[in-house]
Every structure is written in structure tokens, then in C-alpha cells.
Nanobody, 127 residues
Framework: QVQLVESGGGLVQAGGSLRLSCAAS????????MGWFRQAPGKEREVVAA????????NYADSVLGRFTSSRDNAKNTVYLEMNTLQPEDTAVYSC????????????????????WGQGTQVTVSS
């Protein structure tokens, strides 16, 4: 059974930082692409970052480019999202997701590119 468990969310003031973690189990982690998504109240879920499984490369949403960094540790079956210079508009539930092997980078920009999802962690940025 595949499980993705996020942690690290919380309340932070504007300009602050948070580091999210997503621990995966039940899958060959190193073969899966991993994505971070967020969903704010009343808005659609959007991709924040998508990191490929091998020779990892990461694509970021324009809104977080230069502020957020995603990385993965295949030895720990964990993917991270380092979020800096947080702004109130970053407030959302953040979820990680796993894309099966050979799912292309373009597909990983969309929710349909992923087969497994975590429950999400709330990030709230106060002004």
C-alpha cells in the first residue's frame, strides 16, 4: 500500500520560511517522479514543483520560482519543499504526489500525471 505523508506545515509570518517533507512508503521511490501541489480555499489545485526521478530536474510554478526549492533524498524515500520569503498568497493546503515511472515531465505539471497523493499539510502565512 502506497503512503505519502507530509509534515512541516504551520503558521508563519510573511517573509518567513518553512520546510515541508513528504515521506513515501510502499513504492520504489527512486523510480517515481514527485510533485508538490497546493490548493487555496476556493481555488483549484495547482502544481508548485515537480521533480523527476533520475538525474533529478525540477520544474517550478512561476509564482514560486526563486523562492521555493524542491529536492529529494532517494535513500530516505523523502521529498522536500523549502519555502522562503513566504507571502500571504502562499496560504494553502500543500500536498505531495507520486507519478509512476516514465510519466513525462509535461504530465507532471498536472494532477492527472500522478497516481498517489498525500493528505496534505496546511501552510498559513500571516501578513
Amino acid at each position: 500500500q502506497v503512503q505519502l505523508v507530509e509534515s512541516g506545515g504551520g503558521l508563519v509570518q510573511a517573509g518567513g520560511s518553512l520546510r515541508l517533507s513528504c515521506a513515501a512508503s510502499g513504492l520504489t521511490f527512486g523510480s517515481y517522479g514527485m510533485g508538490w501541489f497546493r490548493q487555496a480555499p476556493g481555488k483549484e489545485r495547482e502544481v508548485v514543483a515537480a521533480i523527476t526521478p533520475t538525474n533529478p530536474s525540477t520544474n517550478y510554478a512561476d509564482s514560486v520560482l526563486g523562492r521555493f526549492t524542491s529536492s529529494r533524498d532517494n535513500a530516505k524515500n523523502t521529498v522536500y519543499l523549502e519555502m522562503n520569503t513566504l507571502q500571504p498568497e502562499d496560504t494553502a493546503v500543500y500536498s505531495c504526489a507520486a507519478a509512476p515511472p516514465n510519466r513525462g515531465a509535461i504530465s507532471m505539471r498536472f494532477t492527472y500525471g500522478y497516481d498517489y497523493w498525500g493528505q496534505g499539510t496546511q501552510v498559513t502565512v500571516s501578513s
